[in-house]
């Protein structure tokens, strides 16, 4: 793992193993995807090891790897065919050599875990999908939810500030 995705609050233990992960879904990535969706990815893993017990310490990383990118993909509608990049479950399977029906088991176990909301969960959902993504634009203000988009500009700066909402500038991964 490079220096710049360090595994800052990812346990010494588990961190050489974080590495193996990342390895293997940044080579993909850069082979079939962009680079978008291999930081979705290194944030997912960096997530799990975060757990406490951290589910990735056992089992194969290759496994890992394939869940993780299947997980993402689920929530960018990667396997649909008018979006790009597209890939089939298919050909993600044979990409990272282990059995469509593993990764998409092992991807299940990832969501439940992080209690991601499939398609379009805000934390990790794609810079061009985050913009249109309605839940990544809701706020509570005074007890009621509201689109941040009709506030103020200096509300939403403020909000923006606090994560509450993306900004988009920072959220699009060169």
């Known amino acids: ?5 360090s595994g800052i609050g990812v ?7 974080v590495g193996e992960i990342v390895d293997l879904t940044d080579h993909l990535c850069s082979s079939r995807l962009d680079g978008e969706y291999a930081a979705l990815c290194r944030r997912l893993v960096v997530k799990l090891a975060r757990k406490r017990p951290s589910p990735i310490g056992s089992g194969q990383a290759r496994v890992w790897a394939g869940g993780v990118i299947y997980a993402v993909g689920q929530n960018n ?5 008018s979006e790009t990049p597209h890939v089939t ?3 993600l399977s ?3 050599a282990v059995p469509k029906n593993t990764i998409a088991a092992k991807a299940k176990h990832i969501r439940d875990a992080v209690r991601m909301d499939v398609p379009m969960d805000p934390e ?3 810079g061009e999908l985050l913009a249109d993504n309605p839940r990544a634009w809701l706020v509570e203000v005074d007890g009621v939810i509201i ?6 500009l200096e509300l939403q700066t403020q909000a923006r500030q606090l ?3 993306p900004d988009l500038l920072i959220s699009r991964v060169t």
């Open 124 to 126: 990790f959902c794609r």
């Open 94 to 96: 044979e990409l990272i």
């Open 89 to 91: 479950a298919d050909q």
């Open 11 to 17: 346990p010494i233990g588990l961190r050489a193993r």
């Open 163 to 165: 994560g509450l909402i």
């Open 77 to 81: 509608f990667l396997f649909d065919p």
């Open 1 to 5: 793992m490079s220096p710049d995705q």
């Open 147 to 152: 689109d941040a988009r009709m506030l103020p």
